[in-house]
């Protein structure tokens, strides 16, 4: 009877529609309680790097608070889009996985995930034990800004994948994903040039030393 039921409603399209309606609030508000967390973190470490100040005992409980929103969004976000994609595909067939769209959201939000690992098992624990980004080696340094800057860039990306429907079947998966590396590199390169700003200009004020290098010397 149960069984029955449930195969009723499923078949019912306006239920469905209810049914995706619910699911796709949900997946928007992982998404923006992510990007909000993630967004007002960067804020908070920008304003550090041109204070050039290393980070407190707050920052450091305030990072493992957003490493674990942003988990948790992350799987928010896995759970309501594949329900998403199972309505779809009981609408529209296996040919609903051929919208580049939706194959160019399904990459970001897989390398999302694989970057979130690596931020939780190499980059988190290295900033926890020196205290500070600043404080890190060059590599683990270089590794924590350039997984940060992939995951701002990729958290804003899957969002604008998400809601651009009018890009649904125009363009080509290579065309989509065309901008994404590229901003990586710009934001890669950004946040390297200002952290390595930062490090010369903390370690100027603490030997003393009255002329802090500018940006540009870096």
Not at 22 to 29: A, D
Not at 41 to 50: E, G, H, N, T, Y
Not at 146 to 162: I, N
């Amino acid at each position: 009877m149960g069984f029955s039921m449930i195969s009723t409603l499923l078949a019912d399209k306006q239920f469905l529609e209810f049914l995706r309606l619910g699911i796709v609030y949900s997946h928007l508000i992982a998404c923006c309680v992510a990007i909000g967390s993630v967004v007002t973190s960067d804020i908070a470490m920008v304003r550090q790097l041109f204070k050039a100040e290393r980070c407190s005992e707050r920052d450091a409980h305030d990072l493992t608070s957003l490493q674990k929103t942003v988990s948790w969004s992350l799987l928010m976000l896995w759970v309501t889009g594949f329900a998403i994609i199972g309505i779809d595909l009981v609408d529209k067939g296996l040919v609903y996985f051929e919208n580049p769209k939706l194959q160019a959201k399904i990459a970001v939000v897989m390398l999302l995930t694989l970057n979130g690992f690596v931020l939780h098992s190499a980059v988190l624990p290295a900033v926890q034990r020196v205290g500070s980004l600043l404080d890190l080696s060059v590599g683990m340094r270089t590794l924590a800004v350039f997984s940060g800057a992939f995951s701002a860039v990729s958290w804003f990306y899957a969002a604008m994948l998400g809601v651009g429907r009018p890009l649904a079947w125009k363009y080509s998966l290579l065309e989509l994903m065309a901008a994404y590396p590229l901003l990586i590199v710009v934001g890669f390169i950004s946040m390297m040039l200002l952290t390595q700003w930062s490090k010369k200009t903390l370690e100027a004020r603490e030997n003393g030393w009255d002329k802090a290098p500018d940006v540009a010397s870096a």
